[in-house]
T-cell receptor, first 118, second 111 residues
Framework: GAVVSQHPSWVICKSGTSVKIECRSL??????MFWYRQFPKQSLMLMAT?????????EQGVEKDKFLINHASLTLSTLTVTSAHPEDSSFYIC??????????????FGAGSRLTVL | QKEVEQNSGPLSVPEGAIASLNCTYS??????FFWYRQYSGKSPELIMF????GDKEDGRFTAQLNKASQYVSLLIRDSQPSDSATYLC???????????FGTGTRLTIIP
């Protein structure tokens, strides 16, 4: 089945630094990837839709200048948290849809990246 | 605003019993419905999806969809301790690739 690889799985950084998270579709091409954020004991909240070769579409309330998304190829999307602050500490999860599958909008998730900002 | 509602639990079920998880949604334009399982500290993994009214069975899992009443449920038969997790309901709307997730129900299977 479809596999989405996400890296790093966890990262600790100092306040004010930037962190990049990579999301790769390993055995399929993904024109669209999705970035979610999950705070403890809460559900997944969609941050943005990453579109290959074009600008990402951000959800309401998500700062596009703070959460930079680049989708330069059909298998790679990156999320950069710029000038991270402690309130950005969260579990970031990417997902992608394998368009060659059943036709339903089945998303495959990466393993997630746990960000802790000190 | 499109909403997906789940009872947060925790729901405790004895081992071997049937666990029943429910989800309601607000938008009648909803097209596809998904159940994901999420273990603590891990990302969600797909259990099954359904888009036609009625039941869909996959092993010990059965998804039930009732579009008239706008609810979808997940039954887990012969519950095992390894089924203890948070179960997320997600809904996809016609013409939209995005999934909207419920808050999840935390299920605990008691040995």
């Amino acid at each position: 089945g479809a596999v989405v690889s996400q890296h790093p799985s966890w990262v600790i950084c100092k306040s004010g630094t930037s962190v990049k998270i990579e999301c790769r579709s390993l055995d399929f091409q993904a024109t669209t990837m999705f970035w979610y954020r999950q705070f403890p004991k809460q559900s997944l909240m969609l941050m943005a839709t990453s579109n290959e070769g074009s600008k990402a579409t951000y959800e309401q309330g998500v700062e596009k200048d703070k959460f930079l998304i680049n989708h330069a190829s059909l298998t790679l999307s990156t999320l950069t948290v710029t000038s991270a602050h402690p309130e950005d500490s969260s579990f970031y999860i990417c997902s992608a849809r394998d368009g060659g599958g059943s036709g339903a909008n089945v998303l495959t998730f990466g393993a997630g990246s746990r960000l802790t900002v000190l | 605003q499109k909403e997906v509602e789940q009872n947060s639990g925790p729901l405790s079920v004895p081992e071997g019993a049937i666990a029943s998880l429910n989800c309601t949604y607000s938008d009648r334009g909803s097209q596809s419905f998904f159940w994901y399982r999420q273990y603590s500290g891990k990302s969600p993994e797909l259990i099954m999806f359904i888009y036609s009214n009625g039941d869909k069975e996959d092993g010990r899992f059965t998804a039930q969809l009732n579009k008239a009443s706008q609810y979808v449920s997940l039954l887990i038969r012969d519950s095992q301790p390894s089924d203890s997790a948070t179960y997320l309901c997600a809904v996809n709307y016609f013409g939209n690739e995005k999934l909207t997730f419920g808050t999840g129900t935390r299920l605990t299977i008691i040995p």
